[in-house]
């Protein structure tokens, strides 16, 4: 408000104000006109045929009720969204003054809270008459930005080394949410499936509550201790759970039956767009290929040292690419296959990985590589020159290990991921009318906003003066009133009397375009 405010008095010159470049620069426009069209007509549709769900319904209902009228579903997603990131620091920033137990305990505590509140938001959009595609929005993009930041917390509380088994489960993690999503890009209806989203989070919240109580080397025992028919089964209970139920999921269950789906969908709907449809998977299994390839193949180890901020690099970016296209889905605009906000991630990790795939040293480590000693002396010296005087080179100032690049990413995808979500918050509350974490009070002179309604109203207030012929009875009816009548108008007033008035009394519409000229 402080910088509109100067921006515009700057500009009363007559010529165009700053404000609007500068938004468009903190704040870019993300939806086109069209659109804006199919943003104003969007219906929310979900299947969640979840036994799981059905057994949760009562509590959520009655958890529902506890909650305020004047508490915005948005605000109860960003709670749960809060309760995400205190699980995250409690196994992080916390992990060296808490004991493993503590941390555990709260952190299941945490995440139940998280799944509470997730549930509830709908509800209480429904309850308060406030929901709108702004809701879903922010409810799957919270979700996307979580499902990382857990996956790191269930790995760390069941002491998961930070191995190439941890990148692979947590990137499969990524792939069950991404086609999720995707499918409901293509049939407009999130389907949730038999084992979904509220039978993962209640085996993590089991499994971390366990460790707490029982301590992590309850996970180093074999299955066939505590399950006898598994007895030529060697594995551990840590890797039956962490491992095998989420890989099994995502590959005989969550991806082949979204890809099924889709396939339906196109058919019937006469839509044979299924070629088009696979090529928006590009840009996301790029991703997913290049972090596995940095990951694995990191001279430095990168992610063995420096898990959490590895995690919260991939959340982010993760979140860029779903984001935009939970906002397509809600448009009805293409999803291009290839996403720019991925680009930066993508060239590091090459950057990375494709040295260290030929035996070449680093491109990161403060001198030139040694795959660049065949490139022309002028630019050798030049690369050289950059690395080795920090005062001058960008690069060599602040990027001289994987950690560092790691942080540069870190910082660039966060600023990249408030800018976005700015611009779209700001548009759609701009073009629906809404506040995102404020619900609007209902005007009672725009609930009756035509003649045509007062006048349905008023019949059927008065079926008995109609049959007897009494037109003019006068009845205590709150009618629909222009911006200059008295509040005491609707005290006592007939039918006709109160056609004749909203006939003469401008609608809404007009009263706005009226109040902004004066203004």
Not at 184 to 192: A, N, V
Request: proline share 6%.
């Amino acid at each position: 408000a402080f910088l509109r405010f100067h921006l515009c008095r700057a500009s009363r010159d007559g010529s165009r104000s700053w404000w609007p470049t500068t938004m468009s620069i903190l704040a870019p426009k993300y939806i086109s006109a069209d659109g804006v069209r199919h943003l104003k007509n969007y219906r929310y549709s979900a299947t969640d045929p979840s036994y799981l769900s059905d057994l949760h319904q009562p509590f959520w209902e009655w958890v529902t009720s506890l909650l305020p009228r004047w508490l915005a579903p948005n605000l109860v997603t960003l709670f749960g969204l809060f309760c995400v990131f205190a699980s995250f620091l409690l196994h992080t920033a916390c992990a060296s003054w808490i004991d493993h137990s503590t941390r555990c305990l709260l952190s299941a505590l945490f995440i139940f809270l998280y799944q509470t509140l997730d549930a509830v938001d709908g509800k209480q959009a429904r309850r308060t008459k406030s929901g709108s595609p702004l809701g879903q929005l922010f409810d799957h993009c919270c979700d996307s930005m979580s499902i990382g930041l857990l996956s790191h917390v269930l790995l760390s509380a069941v002491m998961q080394p930070p191995t190439e088994e941890a990148i692979l489960i947590h990137l499969a993690l990524f792939v069950a949410f991404w086609f999720s999503t995707w499918e409901e890009y293509h049939t407009h209806t999130m389907y949730f499936g038999y084992i979904g989203v509220t039978e993962a989070l209640v085996l993590q919240i089991g499994a971390i509550a366990l460790t707490g109580v029982m301590g992590p080397t309850f996970w180093d025992k074999s299955v066939s201790v505590y399950i006898p028919h598994f007895g030529e089964l060697s594995a551990t209970l840590r890797r039956l759970m962490v491992t095998m139920l989420p890989a099994v999921n995502v590959v005989l269950n969550m991806a082949p039956g979204a890809v099924i789906r889709v396939a339906r969908s196109s058919v019937r709907r006469r839509r044979h767009t299924m070629d088009v449809a696979m090529r928006q998977h590009a840009s996301f299994f790029t991703f997913i290929a290049a972090s596995a390839a940095w990951f694995t193949l990191s001279p430095q180890a990168v992610f063995a040292k420096n898990a959490d901020l590895c995690m919260a690099l991939l959340s982010l970016v993760f979140f860029n690419l779903t984001a935009r296209l939970i906002v397509a889905h809600l448009t009805r605009e293409p999803y291009a296959a290839v996403q720019w906000s991925a680009v930066p991630f993508v060239l590091a990790s090459v950057s990375v990985a494709v040295p260290a795939w030929l035996g070449a040293e680093s491109l990161w480590n403060g001198h030139v590589p040694l795959w660049m000693h065949g490139a022309p002396p002028m630019l050798r010296e030049a690369i050289a020159w950059i690395l080795r005087h920090p005062q001058v080179g960008a690069v060599g100032a602040l990027v001289q290990s994987e950690r560092d690049l790691v942080l540069a990413l870190l910082l660039w995808y966060a600023v990249a991921s408030l800018r976005f979500a700015a611009g779209i918050i700001t548009q759609i509350t701009d073009v629906l009318g809404i506040r995102c974490f404020v619900i609007r009070t209902r005007d009672p002179v725009e609930e009756m906003a035509s003649p045509r309604q007062a006048i349905r109203a008023l019949s059927r207030a008065l079926p008995k003066d109609r049959e007897a012929g009494r037109i003019d009875s006068p009845q205590r009816l709150p009618v629909y009133r222009g911006a200059d009548e008295d509040a005491d108008a609707d005290v006592a007033v007939t039918p006709r009397r109160a056609i004749r008035r909203l006939s003469r009394s401008p609608s809404p519409a007009a009263r706005s375009r009226s109040s902004s000229r004066k203004s």
